[in-house]
């Protein structure tokens, strides 16, 4: 690994040779690791994976396309129970990939389905997900990589989320799997297991919104429901803070949808309340933005609930606030 930093620039012309020596390293050593995690054979893999994910980093985008094609069987066997010791390392390397400009292709996409199956286990596991040593899938087996997870779908998101919307497995949307395991988490955050859960599981939330506009209308009122039932169990202001953020993108996605949910559930009083209450803890440009944004979308409707009519003044007056209080940051940079 040491060795393809220091010479980044000149491994190109030899990527795919090593990367295909690589490959057949770590498959060597991770036959042994099964019986044996906690051995230096396992840190040895571990090495082969970093130093792959150098190999990544260093090419260009070009070439990646190609390494992806090669390395698709390692990172399938890293996400498996199996192969579970390396799954960060191979989460590492989808997101590297991806964010370095490779075009999410099907093959990686449809790995969205052993990621469901590490978070949420069950009794119907995907075709791939060997299992020889009969761990018990039941819970997961991959929920300390959670956060890994995320930066992989938010990648994907931003890169190819079409077919996260067309993908299907056994009648369901990719989409409807990712948010399984983002309600799963949002259940470990409320049982107050891992505090960092639920704001993750937000996060892919608002990638969805955010990286999809007009092309997840079937899914924005789960999300917005997901996002609002979990705003009554989020136990840090934080947590609070980022649903309410993403409330605002659901918002620019579709005024209009988000307002007729918050209507007809009587959440509008309560929401609104919580987001006034949230304003001067937003002090980050982006998210004065997505507020202005949100304002802007509520004011353009042609009608909303007499709750927001009320509120038309006080509306005006914050986005003139946010809009000035963005102009200082410019002017500050």
């Avoid at 000149?10 to 040779?17: M, R």
């Amino acid at each position: 690994s040491n060795m393809i930093f220091k010479f980044a620039d000149k491994i190109e012309p030899y990527a795919v040779d090593l990367t295909n020596q690589m490959i057949k390293g770590f498959t060597r050593l991770a036959e042994v690791v099964k019986d044996d995690e906690e051995s230096e054979v396992a840190l040895a893999a571990q090495s082969v994976m970093s130093t792959i994910e150098r190999i990544l980093e260093s090419v260009s985008p070009s070439l990646l396309p190609q390494l992806e094609a090669a390395l698709y069987p390692v990172i399938e066997y890293t996400l498996t129970p199996d192969g579970r010791t390396f799954m960060k390392e191979g989460l590492d390397c989808i997101t590297m990939m991806l964010f370095r400009g490779a075009p999410l292709s099907e093959q990686t996409a449809s790995l969205i389905l052993l990621m469901h199956y590490a978070i949420c286990g069950g009794d119907n596991p995907p075709p791939n997900a060997v299992n020889t040593i009969d761990l018990d899938t039941d819970g997961g087996y991959g929920r300390d990589c959670w956060k890994d997870m995320v930066m992989v779908l938010e990648n994907m998101l931003s890169r190819g989320g079409d077919l996260l919307v067309s993908g299907t497995w056994e009648g369901a949307s990719y989409v409807e799997y990712i948010l399984r395991m983002c309600q799963a988490m949002f259940d470990v955050n409320a049982n107050g297991l891992r505090d960092t859960c639920g704001t993750n599981a937000t996060r892919v939330l608002m990638a969805f919104l955010e990286n999809m506009p007009a092309k997840i209308d079937n899914w924005q009122i789960p999300i917005l429901q997901m996002l609002l039932q979990n705003l009554d169990r989020a136990k840090t202001t934080a947590l609070r803070l980022l649903i309410i953020q993403v409330v605002c993108s659901s918002l620019f996605y579709n005024a209009q949808a988000t307002i007729d949910y918050m209507e007809t559930n009587g959440l509008v009083q309560k929401v609104f309340t919580i987001w006034y209450e949230s304003l001067t803890h937003f002090k980050k440009v982006f998210e004065r933005k997505r507020l202005v944004l949100a304002i802007d979308r509520i004011l353009e409707l042609p009608q909303t609930p007499q709750l927001i009519a009320d509120g038309f003044k006080q509306f005006v007056t914050t986005l003139s606030e946010q809009v000035a209080k963005i102009s200082e940051a410019r002017e500050d940079e």
